[in-house]
Structures are given as structure tokens and as C-alpha cells.
């Protein structure tokens, strides 16, 4: 292969952006909405708790929070409806087709800058991806109104493997680039969590926050000067395994459940003891497999941009790969700003923390998550 058509045919990732909703919510604010619904539920209830039939409902606590996961707040769209112990479900407003719909909006603030810092314009991209854990509808796809409001032309589709979600359309934008199917891709991964989050379950009312991310990925070609943000990716290595211990039944057959059922299946559920058990293992075991096959160490490797979901579990994979305790400056964390935003939180984490990479310096961004699904990606800074 000659350099023109090797070049061409290499991808590279040169921007990136992101977008947070506009309301801050705290632990202390949870808390104290969650303990006001405890309280009421166990009042309504005690007749049938003292005969045993029900089981009291026990508190939360700011520190059973920051225990179980390291966050600290989060950002939703709304949070007087989540904050409401009446209603603990955000106030989303209902919009009409004729309306840009909530993920494309949040789609577009983040692609908007993850072009601007690319220095590029939608006219150049080819393709767009929105890659994300939920889905505010079946169809038309959100990744084709983005790319109708942005103004790209080309092809664009929705794509789905929870968490890990970026990494995997990271790898399908590289592998369209090689094939010769794009030249520029645009990957969005709007994460609007709020409507799947049981705000009533002590496990998990705490867990996420909702944020959107941009990545563009280009041929090599069309670099033309340095830039603090490109990145060549090295490579990419997926991996799945069928696991139920984290899930969310909400789909077309919904409608068709009993009542009580097709409540449930709205919301994000999981078995967190087993979730971390066995993805802690598997997501450090794909890693260190993925470096091998390019003949690299953990010690090779600049910075780690991990999922960002819970920090016991970034800290343990760490461990695992790098045989010691890991700096804040080889593993960042953003969870405790932001939660758990799904397929964002790896790319929040590259997104704030890799300006200073120097020429040659390697970094690895990583998602893992539902499914099981482990996604890994070596970045070179060029």
C-alpha cells in the first residue's frame, strides 16, 4: 500500500465535544427527596408492614451514595419533577414532529463543538452515528435529524449497546473510513437518562445523569497542522457477553405486559454485586488483550479514559493492569461530577483531560457496561 492510500484510509479522531443539561442536582437533594418519599410510603403502609405483607422501605443517605460509587451530583434537563417526592420523574415537555426533538438538540450543542475544534464544517462529513443507551424513539432515526439540521450529507443511523456505546461506533467509523463508505464521521452519543431512572429504588437513584458527547473521525489525509486534539487510533477491539444483570425491558412489546409489569419495564434495573464482579475482569482482561496484539504493556500507556460509571471498579481495573495503585493523572474520573452518563462518560473523561499529550504518546479510551459489552480504543497523539 502506498503512503496516499495508506493515509487515506487511516483514521483519526480530531475533535471532540460535549454538552451538559442545564440543573445541577446534588446527593444532599436526592436524599432528601427520596427520604420524604420513604417516609411517606411507610406511613401509607404501616398496617401492612406490621403484618408483615409489606417491607418497610429503608432510607438513603449522602454517604451510602459516595460509598457505593463515588459521585457527587449530576445534570439533568429538569429537576423539579425528579426532586418532587409526589412525582420523582422529570418534567419533560412533550414535542410535536414539527419540533427538533430533546436528543438531536443536546446532539447538535455537542457536535457543533467537536466540528468547531476538528476545524471543520458539516459539509465535509459523509456520515453520522448517534450511538447511545437510550432512545427517546424508535424511528425516524435521531441520527438522521441531526444530520438534517447540521446540514451532512451522506448516511447516517442509530446504533445501541448501552455504555458502550461510543467505543463501538467508534470502531464502525474507523472501519467505514477503510472501506472507502466515509471520509469524515460524525459520532453523537445523547444520553437522556432521566426517563429511565427508577428516583423511587435505594440501589439505584443515584446512579445517573444525563450529558451528550461528539466525537469526529476523519482520514488522516485531511490533516493539515498539528492540533492538541488529533489523535490516530491505533485500534479497536470489541467484545460481548450475554449477561441479565443489568437491563431495561421497555420496548414495543411494553404495551402488551400487565400493568404492573409494563411500569417496571421503564426502568433501568441491575444487580450491581454481580455487575461489578464480573465486568471488572472481563473489561480489564479485553484491554490487556487488545494491547498485547500491538505488542504494548499497560505501562505504555499515557492515560486510561475509562467508563465513567462507578469509581470502585475504575480503580480495580486499574489495579489490575498497571499492578499498583493508579494516579488521578493515568485514570481520570469525572463520575463525580457528572454520574453515570452512559456512552459518555469515557469520552467526557478524554474530552476534559488529553490536551497534553506530546507527539507519540499513547492513551486507551474504554466503555463497558449492559450486554456484557466491552469496547477498547489506542489513541496516538499525532
Known amino acids: 500500500m502506498n503512503n496516499i492510500t495508506s493515509e487515506m484510509t487511516t483514521a483519526v479522531l480530531t475533535g471532540t465535544g460535549h454538552s451538559i443539561p442545564p440543573y445541577a442536582v446534588s ?19 404501616q398496617e401492612a408492614i406490621r403484618r408483615g405483607e409489606k417491607e418497610a422501605l429503608p432510607e438513603s443517605s449522602v454517604e451510602f451514595i459516595v460509598k457505593a460509587s463515588g459521585i457527587h451530583n449530576r445534570y439533568f ?18 414535542r410535536t414532529p414539527e419540533e427538533p426533538s430533546i436528543q438531536a438538540e443536546v446532539a447538535v450543542k455537542a457536535a457543533q463543538e467537536a466540528i468547531r475544534i476538528a476545524g471543520k464544517t458539516p459539509g465535509e462529513f459523509d456520515m453520522v452515528i448517534s450511538a447511545c443507551s437510550t432512545t427517546q424513539r424508535n424511528y425516524p432515526a435521531i441520527s438522521i435529524e441531526v444530520q438534517k439540521i447540521l446540514g ?4 447516517a443511523f442509530d446504533m445501541n449497546v448501552a455504555c458502550s456505546s461510543a467505543t463501538f461506533a467508534v470502531q464502525l467509523a474507523v472501519d467505514s473510513i477503510r472501506g472507502g463508505h466515509a471520509k469524515a464521521v460524525l459520532v453523537v452519543n445523547p444520553e437522556v437518562m432521566g426517563g429511565n431512572l427508577n428516583f423511587r429504588d435505594r440501589e439505584s437513584h443515584f446512579i445517573f445523569g444525563e450529558a451528550c458527547t461528539a466525537m469526529v473521525i476523519e482520514r488522516k489525509v485531511n490533516l493539515t497542522a498539528p492540533s492538541p486534539h488529533a489523535f490516530l487510533i491505533q485500534g479497536t477491539r470489541l467484545l460481548t457477553d450475554f449477561s441479565n444483570n443489568i437491563r431495561n425491558e421497555f420496548g414495543c412489546l411494553t404495551p402488551t405486559y ?7 419495564s421503564q ?11 464480573e465486568v471488572t475482569p472481563l473489561a480489564a482482561s479485553l484491554i490487556q488483550n487488545h494491547l498485547e496484539a500491538h505488542h504494548l504493556t499497560p505501562k505504555d500507556i499515557k492515560r486510561f479514559w475509562l467508563h465513567q460509571a462507578n469509581l470502585h471498579m475504575n480503580t480495580l481495573i486499574i489495579r489490575k493492569l498497571l499492578e499498583r495503585e493508579g494516579t488521578s493523572e ?3 474520573i469525572v463520575l463525580d461530577r457528572f454520574a453515570n452518563t452512559g456512552a459518555c462518560g469515557s469520552v467526557l473523561a478524554f474530552h476534559f483531560h488529553h490536551t497534553d499529550f506530546k507527539p507519540g504518546e499513547l492513551g486507551l479510551l474504554s466503555s463497558f457496561g449492559a450486554g456484557y459489552s466491552v469496547g477498547s480504543v489506542i489513541l496516538e497523539k499525532v
Not at 27 to 45: A, I, M, P, R
Open 27 to 45: 446527593n444532599e437533594e436526592l436524599v432528601t427527596s427520596f427520604n420524604q418519599y420513604v417516609t411517606t410510603y411507610n406511613k401509607e403502609h
Open 77 to 94: 434537563l429538569d429537576k423539579t419533577g425528579i426532586l418532587d417526592p409526589t412525582r420523582m420523574c422529570p418534567h419533560i415537555p412533550f
Open 152 to 155: 451532512i450529507a451522506g448516511a
Open 258 to 264: 400487565p400493568k404492573d409489569i409494563a411500569q417496571k
Open 267 to 277: 426502568f433501568f434495573t441491575q444487580n450491581g454485586k454481580k455487575v461489578f464482579k
Open 330 to 332: 493515568e485514570a481520570p
